[in-house]
């Protein structure tokens, strides 16, 4: 009786034969319906070769009964559909991860996040990935890349253990290792999918990859010998329609090659499969892996480009495949043209018989030949010539293969004489870049959806730390060692535009330039090389986005409640300070340094009492967090006035002014009294009301030196009236 339940919804073996018939499926669909074609088509063009006679464009092949044409394939397909994939992948961008609030954990998130992206992206090479897997999408209307997580991988952090019946252990443990990650491109053949959706919605996905038989063998010791004996022999599949001169077919005892094919299953999380589905299957008959998607992955993890969609279907079309025809009509008027050269290049002389001139005496040139007067000289016979119309339409077409796919002589580097000027080049370059714009933005999304499936897999799969440093990140030594539960809030990555003029010498120059001429007293020679060499400003711009950051955070607490910590403790006995007590666990303070530009947190601090509901609100609350911003700006107050009574070095170096309210008064002008002023004009100012009396000049000497002054308590700012003494 013919199974009619769900076939992802099945089980061992069931499954693994379901999802096989799947394949066979989808290979039936495309093949009929005249896809494969299209992609052979393409593949062998777009390597110099002929799907029909076998030969290619690496040299001059001969056809037709005699062997007199001259066959002249030169790939303007090629050259075209690279110029169209540079354009359209020229948009420079960087990836952000993003969290949903904005505090100061979640821009330690995001940084992790940006740290793991970098990690596991050098790690599984998604940049190349990512490049062929754009390729694939030009040449075949849809690419694909897959990132896999294999628990294989990593350091590690268990070896094995061997079997030890006395010990009671019949089976040994295997090792244990922190995890990995792969990248992978991929082929419209190589991942199948129902080809009768009506929809760009995949419900599943079934993935081929081709993985050493040994290193499979180790990975699913319960399976080894099946994965020894396997076959490599997939007798007929698409990519043997598609191979291009059998080169990966080439050879003797393919059953006998070391890598062998394993399909991958994924399905989403449905009503009929809750939690989704996860297996690997070698064969109907061994399935090496089975279980939920969401015990691995949130998503699928394969993500899908196209240039553009077929509508009401689940394929995507390219534009390149526009070139095919042309590529053909313009090969047949070359071969035309080669083949008269060839054949009626070389000159034909005429001589009537009976001629006292023979084929040697015209065999050579540089020689006089004499005839017999009365008979007729040899000439030149004029034999048919190539139409100028078979090379101007040659030409047009070659021309035109490049508008179907947006590339103008602009872009191939050989303008029109009539654009002379550098806007009309920069017109038509514009022109050539409007092409691809839809490309560009599915591009976009699609570098957002599979660089989140980096950090999703990380976050479910990472439970060893990983160390920042690694991660290269300037900002990473600021980060503890973190797992994938470290970062749990980060839910999207966004693709940033980048100046493209930061990425070319011309660019970097300029930026630089304009750097010194504003910044003239900040930069040194070593950042104007390293703007050059890197086309960066994160290096210049660092420290203000840490002070920044560090605004923010502070603002974060005050809000919260948290203020300036305690005075520390005094002796009474001799007023030296006591050791603080240690800080109990959890609580924190906002503290203030000499070193801070006390103006600018000053300032930042008063946006936190901006907040109406402080004002209006009378709870406990409110007061605590009006009382930490006031403390805390008076700390700032407290520091300020003695960096500049004591540190006026420090505020140089900082470029910092010092208060004028906490400058000391300038000496009194000469003749005046000891007490600080004119006696006829009155008591003194109340600005000096606090200052020491100066002691009198002697006659004939100068003035005295200022006799020394009481210290300052830096918690309170006034100066200490009498230290107090042993008792």
């Known amino acids: 009786m013919e199974d009619l339940s769900y076939f992802a919804a099945r089980t061992g073996t069931d499954l693994a034969k379901a999802i096989l018939e799947k394949k066979t499926l989808y290979e039936r669909f495309v093949e009929s319906s005249g896809l494969l074609r299209i992609w052979r088509l393409m593949h062998?063009?777009?390597?110099?070769?002929?799907?029909?006679?076998?030969?290619?464009?690496?040299?001059?092949?001969?056809?037709?009964?005699?062997?007199?044409?001259?066959?002249?394939?030169?790939?303007?397909?090629?050259?075209?559909?690279?110029?169209?994939?540079?354009?359209?992948?020229?948009?420079?961008?960087?990836?952000?991860?993003?969290?949903?609030?904005?505090?100061?954990?979640?821009?330690?998130?995001?940084?992790?996040?940006?740290?793991?992206?970098?990690?596991?992206?050098?790690?599984?090479?998604?940049?190349?990935?990512?490049?062929?897997?754009?390729?694939?999408?030009?040449?075949?209307?849809?690419?694909?890349?897959?990132?896999?997580?294999?628990?294989?991988?990593?350091?590690?952090?268990?070896?094995?253990?061997?079997?030890?019946?006395?010990?009671?252990?019949?089976?040994?443990?295997?090792?244990?290792?922190?995890?990995?990650?792969?990248?992978?491109?991929?082929?419209?053949?190589?991942?199948?999918?129902?080809?009768?959706?009506?929809?760009?919605?995949?419900?599943?996905?079934?993935?081929?990859?081709?993985?050493?038989?040994?290193?499979?063998?180790?990975?699913?010791?319960?399976?080894?010998?099946?994965?020894?004996?396997?076959?490599?022999?997939?007798?007929?599949?698409?990519?043997?329609?598609?191979?291009?001169?059998?080169?990966?077919?080439?050879?003797?005892?393919?059953?006998?090659?070391?890598?062998?094919?394993?399909?991958?299953?994924?399905?989403?999380?449905?009503?009929?499969?809750?939690?989704?589905?996860?297996?690997?299957?070698?064969?109907?008959?061994?399935?090496?892996?089975?279980?939920?998607?969401?015990?691995?992955?949130?998503?699928?993890?394969?993500?899908?480009?196209?240039?553009?969609?077929?509508?009401?279907?689940?394929?995507?079309?390219?534009?390149?495949?526009?070139?095919?025809?042309?590529?053909?009509?313009?090969?047949?008027?070359?071969?035309?043209?080669?083949?008269?050269?060839?054949?009626?290049?070389?000159?034909i002389i005429v001589s009537p018989k009976g001629a006292d001139v023979d084929h040697q005496s015209v065999a050579d040139g540089l020689k006089l030949v004499e005839y017999t007067p009365g008979l007729e000289a040899p000439k030149p016979l004029q034999m048919p010539q190539t139409p100028a119309e078979v090379y101007a339409f040659r030409n047009a077409l070659i021309s035109e293969m490049g508008t179907l796919v947006g590339v103008n002589s602009v872009v191939r580097g050989d303008p029109e004489a009539s654009l002379k000027s550098g806007s009309a080049l920069a017109l038509v370059q514009a022109q050539a870049v409007q092409f691809s714009n839809d490309f560009q933005a599915n591009i976009v999304v699609w570098k957002e959806k599979h660089h989140m499936d980096t950090i999703t897999i990380a976050q479910m799969n990472m439970s060893e730390q990983l160390e920042p440093q690694i991660a290269g990140d300037y900002a990473a030594a600021l980060l503890k060692p973190f797992s994938g539960k470290d970062f749990k809030r980060v839910k999207r990555v966004k693709m940033k535009g980048v100046n493209p003029m930061s990425r070319t010498l011309a660019g970097k120059v300029q930026i630089a330039d304009t750097l010194v001429e504003r910044f003239s007293n900040v930069l040194t020679p070593g950042d104007y090389m390293r703007v050059i060499e890197t086309g960066s400003v994160d290096y210049l711009t660092r420290g203000e986005t840490q002070r920044r950051k560090m605004l923010d955070r502070e603002n974060e607490l005050l809000a919260a409640g948290f203020g300036p910590p305690p005075p520390a403790p005094v002796d009474p006995m001799t007023g030296q300070p006591l050791p603080a007590p240690p800080m109990p666990k959890g609580v924190k303070y906002v503290s203030a340094l000499i070193t801070d530009d006390h103006r600018a947190h000053v300032i930042k601090h008063l946006e936190v009492l901006d907040n109406p509901a402080?004002?209006?609100?009378?709870?406990?609350?409110?007061?605590?967090?009006?009382?930490?911003?006031?403390?805390?700006?008076?700390?700032?107050?407290?520091?300020?006035?003695?960096?500049?009574?004591?540190?006026?070095?420090?505020?140089?170096?900082?470029?910092?002014?010092?208060?004028?309210?906490?400058?000391?008064?300038?000496?009194?002008?000469?003749?005046?009294?000891?007490?600080?002023?004119?006696?006829?004009?009155?008591?003194?100012?109340?600005?000096?009301?606090?200052?020491?009396?100066?002691?009198?000049?002697?006659?004939?000497?100068?003035?005295?030196?200022?006799?020394?002054?009481?210290?300052?308590?830096?918690?309170?700012?006034?100066?200490?009236?009498?230290?107090?003494?042993?008792?």
């Not at 053949?189 to 993935?207: G, Q, T, Y």
């Not at 063998?217 to 007929?236: F, L, T």
């Not at 700006?633 to 540190?647: P, V």
């Not at 140089?652 to 009294?673: I, M, R, V, W, Y």
């Open 614 to 727: 402080l004002r209006e609100g009378t709870s406990a609350d409110a007061q605590r967090v009006v009382d930490a911003v006031l403390s805390h700006i008076e700390e700032h107050e407290q520091l300020a006035i003695l960096a500049t009574q004591t540190r006026m070095a420090l505020l140089e170096l900082t470029n910092q002014p010092p208060l004028q309210s906490a400058l000391p008064l300038p000496p009194p002008p000469a003749g005046a009294d000891a007490g600080g002023g004119d006696s006829s004009k009155g008591p003194p100012s109340p600005s000096s009301a606090g200052e020491p009396a100066k002691q009198p000049t002697p006659a004939g000497g100068g003035e005295l030196p200022r006799q020394p002054q009481m210290p300052v308590n830096p918690s309170t700012g006034q100066r200490v009236e009498e230290v107090p003494g042993p008792v």
């Open 44 to 347: 062998w063009r777009y390597f110099g070769a002929n799907p029909e006679t076998g030969n290619t464009n690496h040299e001059v092949n001969r056809a037709g009964a005699e062997g007199e044409l001259h066959l002249l394939d030169m790939n303007h397909l090629r050259a075209d559909v690279t110029l169209w994939l540079t354009l359209a992948f020229s948009q420079r961008t960087e990836m952000e991860p993003q969290v949903a609030v904005d505090d100061y954990e979640a821009e330690l998130e995001v940084r992790r996040a940006r740290a793991i992206l970098s990690y596991f992206g050098e790690q599984a090479g998604i940049e190349e990935a990512e490049k062929l897997a754009g390729e694939f999408a030009g040449v075949y209307g849809v690419g694909y890349i897959l990132r896999l997580w294999d628990r294989t991988r990593g350091e590690l952090t268990q070896a094995p253990i061997e079997a030890d019946p006395a010990a009671g252990l019949e089976q040994g443990a295997p090792e244990m290792r922190t995890g990995g990650m792969e990248g992978h491109a991929l082929t419209p053949m190589d991942v199948f999918h129902d080809c009768h959706s009506r929809s760009m919605l995949r419900r599943w996905n079934i993935v081929r990859l081709y993985k050493p038989r040994h290193d499979l063998a180790v990975k699913y010791p319960q399976h080894a010998e099946r994965i020894i004996n396997a076959s490599a022999d997939e007798g007929k599949d698409t990519l043997n329609h598609v191979d291009i001169m059998k080169i990966a077919r080439f050879g003797d005892g393919r059953s006998a090659r070391d890598e062998v094919p394993v399909y991958y299953f994924f399905h989403e999380d449905s009503p009929a499969v809750p939690g989704g589905k996860f297996a690997v299957i070698l064969d109907g008959e061994t399935v090496l892996e089975e279980e939920r998607l969401d015990a691995t992955y949130r998503t699928m993890p394969v993500k899908r480009l196209v240039a553009a969609e077929i509508h009401r279907t689940p394929f995507g079309f390219s534009p390149a495949w526009g070139l095919l025809a042309p590529q053909e009509a313009q090969q047949s008027l070359s071969t035309i043209g080669l083949s008269n050269a060839r054949t009626f290049g070389l000159g």
